[in-house]
């Protein structure tokens, strides 16, 4: 199996080739996918028609129809290896019964279709976003094992054994109905706001920040969007997503060390990212504000349109928590919510409800980094030098851990 790449390293083209290269990569692959059933050998033809893209658009210019150019081809590569061997000739003839019997326009987005392969239910999410990335998002192995700082070799089994479990599944290729559609669709927005999570905070290693994936993300939420544009979920998780990508400059100094929200130079937010995000949620509220992503936005939002730290609506925002831990139970939610608390009621108050979550967050050090906050806001500075330093010795992000580490310094010279 080849390490599929949109484009060769040693290959020049010009950009918007290379960005069409792209884009039209996993529209092939997703055609090839479900045509032939075989994820391995489909990724191997692709790679071979971008391949000779490169080579030949350089020198003849682009075809009519890019996509059906690189179509033609893979198929033409898949086949003959299909026809190399007795099983691919099989499995040949069982592509061609689908073909006659489910034949898709040349202009169908098999983007969707691969997001949706990549995000199985049978799938951790750990493997759902390695094989996203790389089948979508067109990244390399070595790519994506940098970006979770894993080593190549362990990606590499990771994604094998992703690829395996599909092939075990009973038609993973079929088509969904509504109701699957709609289940699955879920899954595929979870996996897209991980990848960005990850992006935006990574979650080991000596940056802050790994803008690849966030970007990703982004890419990949616009895409879903292009296709579904009347879902208030997937235009929330694309405009929670904007707003927050909005403060990257401001997250973090001349060092890379973390500046925390409060403390933001926010004249270096991306006014055009905020604008983007607000209009986009903006437009899903004549249906209502539901889902968990929509909800997350217009607290995104409010945060955004803060001028100083103490403009934020907080009252708004802390409602805005209590109706999302309505839609989720997940207890970062309900830690969120008390810091809220604590920005309207007291850090008592805000406290207290931290204290609930005790045994939900044990194996993170957010419960210790926000209860240190709120002993500081309290002015018991023993208690938030102690929450301090035990979150500090228990994150695995470098930034994160010297922000927290300085932050306890600071209070042991007060």
């Known amino acids: 199996m080849s390490d599929r790449r949109a484009v060769p390293d040693d290959t020049p083209l010009p950009a918007s080739t290379e960005d069409l290269l792209r884009t039209l990569a996993p529209q092939v692959l997703g055609t090839l996918v479900r045509r032939f059933g075989d994820f391995d050998t489909a990724e191997d033809a692709l790679q071979e028609a971008l391949l ?62 691969m997001l949706f392969l990549c995000c199985h239910p049978t799938l951790s999410p750990a493997a759902a976003i390695a094989l996203t990335l790389r089948a979508v998002g067109g990244l390399g192995t070595e790519q994506i094992a940098r970006a979770f700082l894993l080593p190549e070799a362990t ?89 927050t990508d909005a403060r990257r400059a401001a997250r973090s100094g001349a060092h890379g060390e973390l500046i925390p929200l409060a403390e933001q130079n926010r004249a270096q937010w991306d006014r055009a990212l905020i604008t983007e995000g607000t209009t986009l949620i903006t437009g899903t509220l004549a249906g209502g504000l539901r889902g968990p992503y929509q909800i997350q936005a217009a607290i995104a939002v409010l945060h955004a349109q803060a001028a100083r730290v103490e403009d934020t609506e907080w009252t708004t925002i802390l409602a805005l928590y209590d109706r999302l831990e309505q839609c989720t139970d997940n207890p970062m939610v309900t830690l969120n919510r008390a810091v809220a608390t604590a920005m309207v009621a007291g850090p008592e108050a805000g406290l207290a409800l931290a204290e609930t979550l005790d045994d939900q967050l044990t194996g993170t050090h957010r419960l210790d980094a926000v209860r240190g906050h709120l002993h500081e806001m309290a002015g018991d500075v023993d208690a938030a030098i102690t929450h301090y330093a035990s979150a500090a010795a228990r994150t695995t992000s470098i930034p994160e851990r010297d922000y927290l580490t300085i932050r306890a310094a600071r209070l042991r010279c007060v």
């Open 52 to 113: 000779a893209a490169a080579t030949q658009w350089v020198e003849h210019g682009l075809p009519d129809h890019p996509r059906a150019w690189l179509t033609q081809v893979a198929q033409r590569r898949m086949a003959d290896a299909v026809r190399a061997e007795v099983a691919r000739r099989r499995r040949e003839a069982t592509a061609s019964d689908r073909e006659v019997t489910g034949a898709v326009p040349v202009d169908h987005d098999d983007t969707l279709t």
């Open 155 to 243: 990606m590499a089994q990771r994604i094998t054994r992703a690829k395996k479990k599909l092939a075990s599944v009973e038609r993973p290729f079929a088509r969904l109905d509504d109701d699957q559609w709609r289940e699955r669709l879920g899954a595929v927005l979870h996996v897209l706001y991980l990848i960005f999570n990850e992006g935006h905070t990574s979650s080991s290693g000596p940056a802050l920040q790994r803008t690849d994936l966030s970007e990703e993300a982004i890419r990949l939420t616009r895409a879903v969007r292009r296709l579904l544009p009347e879902d208030p979920e997937v235009t929330g998780l694309l405009a929670l997503m904007l707003l």
